[in-house]
């Protein structure tokens, strides 16, 4: 039991965050179950909330796992390459839940549309903060092994592929998984993007990248005044 406590002391803040952001989750799929129960044939197209809000749980988890197993700079060089690449592979799922703010347009009319702003966001929010600390938790492991300049030059690059990601998956609809299973076919749908909406792309990616960046600042900023508040206590 001491050895439990005295894990639990050492990572309460980490737990705190795991436990707070479940929560969320939790709350997130209750409203949208109390939507599915309203009849008023708006509803149903709320359900891939849930499955994108699962999705953007797994970047953390590998994050998380990748954290575990590096131990030492010879375990970061071996490992973190793979979990890294793993990592960007999903991460795109956590802040592509702001882009699903864009489906309350098609419900304006709904009865319950002030219902469905606070759960959309509830569950935006909620996606965004999971890519926040899994990225914090990467960003952390370069930063012991490397160094903060090249910390804060993989959070940039991280967020900018990150947007990238999140721009193939709402425009050009291709999941996690395509760069894996379709990757020819990725290839050719992006290039025939890029050349007929080259500025459109460029316009989205920086934007969401100065977003994504500003936001995790914000986030690590809070965080750094939550550890002060508590050597005051």
């Known amino acids: 039991m001491k050895i439990l406590r005295d894990l639990f002391l050492q990572h309460k803040q980490r737990l705190s965050m795991y436990a707070t952001l479940g929560a969320a989750t939790f709350f997130s799929v209750i409203l949208i179950r109390?939507?599915?129960?309203?009849?008023?044939?708006?509803?149903?197209?709320?359900?891939?909330?849930?499955?994108?809000?699962?999705?953007?749980?797994?970047?953390?988890?590998?994050?998380?796992?990748?954290?575990?197993?590096?131990?030492?700079?010879?375990?970061?060089?071996?490992?973190?390459?793979?979990?890294?690449?793993?990592?960007?592979?999903?991460?795109?799922?956590?802040?592509?839940?702001?882009?699903?703010?864009?489906?309350?347009?098609?419900?304006?009319?709904?009865?319950?549309i002030w219902f469905d702003v606070i759960m959309v966001v509830w569950t935006a929010i909620t996606g965004l903060f999971l890519g926040l600390l899994s990225l914090y938790i990467m960003h952390g492991l370069v930063k012991r092994y490397s160094g903060g300049r090249a910390g804060w030059g993989f959070v940039c690059t991280a967020a900018l592929l990150s947007s990238a990601g999140v721009y193939i998956g709402r425009f050009l609809r291709f999941s996690s998984w395509s760069i894996v299973l379709t990757p020819a076919v990725l290839v050719n749908d992006l290039a025939n993007e890029m050349s007929s909406s080259g500025s459109r792309i460029l316009e989205f990616v920086i934007l969401y990248t100065l977003f994504f960046v500003f936001i995790y600042i914000t986030f690590v900023v809070f965080g750094r005044l939550s550890e002060e508040d508590s050597r005051v206590e």
């Open 34 to 112: 109390i939507r599915l129960s309203e009849n008023d044939g708006t509803h149903y197209s709320y359900l891939f909330l849930i499955r994108n809000l699962l999705l953007a749980w797994i970047p953390l988890v590998i994050a998380i796992i990748t954290e575990l197993l590096i131990r030492s700079r010879k375990t970061f060089l071996m490992l973190f390459p793979v979990g890294c690449l793993i990592w960007l592979i999903y991460l795109p799922n956590a802040p592509y839940l702001l882009t699903d703010l864009q489906h309350l347009r098609l419900f304006s009319g709904s009865p319950k």
